[in-house]
């Protein structure tokens, strides 16, 4: 059983799907964390079942006992229950319940997958409690994970990668081009953070293991582990070694030797000669970024306004995944201006994220679970890891698959600190167990497949199959979950279709698929915002002013301080020959863009000047 869930966490972090499906770093690890832990839910009650009967389950020696209680466990179980009762509760409040359920499109992190780990977690406890072999069992899983991910961000860093472009995470040009590798994970943040965690379970298995061979792989995987880390470029990272570093020094009481001494100062030295080689032109890149913006660019203001969000709603939040649609309304001018055309998805810390979603009684579950193992565990390595996740995860959002491993954690230190579980197979619970199991994998089924009904909508698109393209997207729409769609990139695709196509039928076609989707995602999108702005596109390339007009207004309600509507507004205006309304429109459109678009100011000086309305 813990094979099973080892194996689940290794290639949840590993999957990638390009091509068979459409948020191919997203969905596939949706989809096997749901599979995975069906699986382990049906199992569960017969394993425990036959360790209480005496068969297989013995212990193993790991340099310490398990005290003779189980408060720990029930400890965790209670602050897990408590967790997943805030959820229910503000998925019920929220202004999307849908999307609260099952998530929006960019992480997937609505409360049906939120319970799904946090059950996960729990039975890895149960399945692991007074059983040591089992959590090297997983912590092997982990490790092996983390050396293959290691590697292929390696390999991204220095040029090679077969499955992703490598424009999706190269940005500038010549000498200031900066590589931030995002390896399995999708995003250097999220990856940093996965690979900060290996280190500590390296660490973790290597002093657990009695197996020389590996206890030597653990022991080399975790430089490798460091190196892909500090390969992304991710403070966030970085400091959160420092402070696991110093928790570990400070739980273990380890002296500095000469030895400690002399390998951090071979380590030190690599790490310069790396920074000024060839080949660490990208780091010194990124070196210039973090001079550049040493406070992390918009997080001070965006964590400032995110706790304005939140005392309005301190009793069950805003319910999960819906900060993209309700956070607009408390964006401030300052943190508009310093990014202008940025969409925030998350607050970018895990505990004002849970503030937001879930109000005070989810912020306090996730507290309660985050300090639990400094009280009750004793494992140096282990709470080492939390310790450094909980500061790198201070400035970026849970994932599925870094909240996976960080509240896997959570449960091995519980586990090692619980003695075995006894409990008798019961049909309830087996019926119980099987109902849950089956409803996971539906669910995991239908993600799958409407994920890939999309991609080969997708695919159809980029041939110019516009028919095929609809009976693709009808397939989708059929099999998705309520709540997020891609009907705005559905009609953002099509347009681009219209764009290009010589053939006016088709074009036609594109044009009046694409202002139907458009007119669908004003209702279904995640970013309303984006919806509405878009579909005032679809009214422009249509000539249809008041439509535009209209569309426009509303995609400013949605977002107030984002400039570009009120840009595009004031170029509707002056074609309508509302030269004041325009001017008002076009000045604060400047005011929001805060001059880093020439365009835009390009448009208030013409309508400054007063020219003469444009002819339509």
């Known amino acids: 059983m813990a094979l099973l869930q080892a194996l689940t966490i290794a290639v949840m972090a590993l999957i990638l799907a390009p091509g068979y499906s459409f948020y191919f770093d997203i969905t596939p690890k949706v989809v096997v964390l749901l599979a995975g832990t069906a699986l382990v839910v049906v199992c569960v009650p017969l394993l425990l079942s036959r360790d209480a009967e005496g068969r297989p389950g013995g212990r193993l020696r790991t340099g310490g006992s398990a005290p003779h209680s189980g408060a720990v466990l029930r400890a965790f179980s209670w602050l897990l229950v408590l967790n997943l009762l805030s959820l229910c509760l503000s998925t019920v409040v929220s202004a999307k319940p849908a999307l609260s359920l099952f998530g929006t499109n960019w992480r997937s992190y609505g409360s049906v997958v939120q319970g799904a780990i946090l059950l996960f977690a729990w039975l890895v406890a149960v399945v692991c409690a007074g059983r040591p072999e089992r959590v090297k069992t997983v912590l092997r899983g982990v490790v092996a994970a983390g050396a293959v991910s290691a590697v292929y961000g390696t390999a991204q860093y220095f040029g090679w990668d077969p499955l992703l472009p490598a424009a999706a995470y190269h940005v500038g040009e010549g000498d200031y081009i900066i590589v931030r590798p995002p390896g399995t994970l999708g995003y250097a943040s999220y990856f940093a953070t996965w690979l900060l965690l290996v280190m500590f379970l390296c660490r973790a298995l290597a002093a657990m293991e009695d197996s020389i061979a590996w206890r030597r792989f653990a022991t080399g995987v975790m430089p490798l582990a460091a190196f892909a880390m500090l390969l992304t470029g991710t403070r966030a990272a970085i400091l959160g070694l420092a402070a696991g570093g110093v928790v570990w020094f400070a739980i273990k009481r380890v002296r500095v030797t000469r030895r400690i001494v002399a390998w951090a100062a071979i380590a030190v030295i690599a790490g310069v000669v790396f920074y000024y080689s060839p080949s660490g032109q990208q780091m010194r890149s990124r070196a210039r970024w973090f001079a550049e913006d040493p406070w992390g660019g918009a997080r001070g203001n965006l964590w400032r306004d995110s706790l304005r969000m ?242 426009l207004r509303a995609a400013i309600a949605a977002r107030p301080t984002w400039f570009k509507p009120h840009w595009m507004l004031a170029q509707v205006l002056r074609i309508e020959g509302r030269q004041d309304e325009a001017r008002r429109e076009a000045l604060l459109a400047g005011e929001l863009d805060a001059g880093k678009d020439p365009e835009v100011a390009r448009t208030v000086q013409e309508l400054e000047g007063h020219p003469q309305p444009l002819q339509r």
């Not at 409990?423 to 995991?444: D, E, I, N």
């Not at 239908?446 to 997207?473: E, F, I, V």
């Not at 995602?521 to 509405?532: G, H, L, Q, Y």
């Open 310 to 551: 939140a005392a309005n709603r301190l009793v069950a939040g805003y319910g999960p995944e819906v900060f993209t649609g309700e956070f607009p309304q408390y964006e401030s001018v300052e943190l508009a201006r310093a990014y202008p055309d940025f969409s925030h998805e998350s607050p970018h810390n895990i505990f004002l994220d849970a503030l937001v979603a879930q109000g005070i009684p989810g912020f306090l579950a996730l507290l309660g679970l985050c300090v639990l193992p400094f009280i009750a565990g004793r494992r140096a390595e282990l709470t080492a890891a939390l310790a450094a996740a909980l500061v790198s995860q201070q400035f970026t959002a849970f994932t599925v698959p870094t909240a996976v491993t960080f509240f896997t954690v959570l449960a091995l230190v519980v586990a090692l600190e619980t003695p075995a579980a006894q409990v008798r197979r019961r049909l309830a619970l087996t019926a119980v167990a099987a109902a849950l199991a089956a409803g996971l994998l539906f669910l995991a089924v239908r993600l799958m497949l409407a994920d890939h009904a999309l991609a080969s909508t997708k695919q159809a698109l980029d041939q110019g199959n516009l028919r095929s393209a609809a009976a693709d997207y009808e397939k989708y729409q059929r099999l998705r979950l309520p709540g997020g769609t891609a009907d705005l990139w559905y009609s953002r695709a099509l347009l681009g279709v219209a764009s290009k196509t010589t053939n006016p039928v088709e074009r036609l076609s594109a044009m009046v698929q694409a202002g139907a989707a458009a007119q669908r995602a004003t209702e279904t999108a995640e970013d309303p915002f984006n919806a509405w702005y878009n579909l005032g596109v679809v009214y422009g390339l249509q000539n249809d002013a008041s439509g535009a007009e209209r569309s």
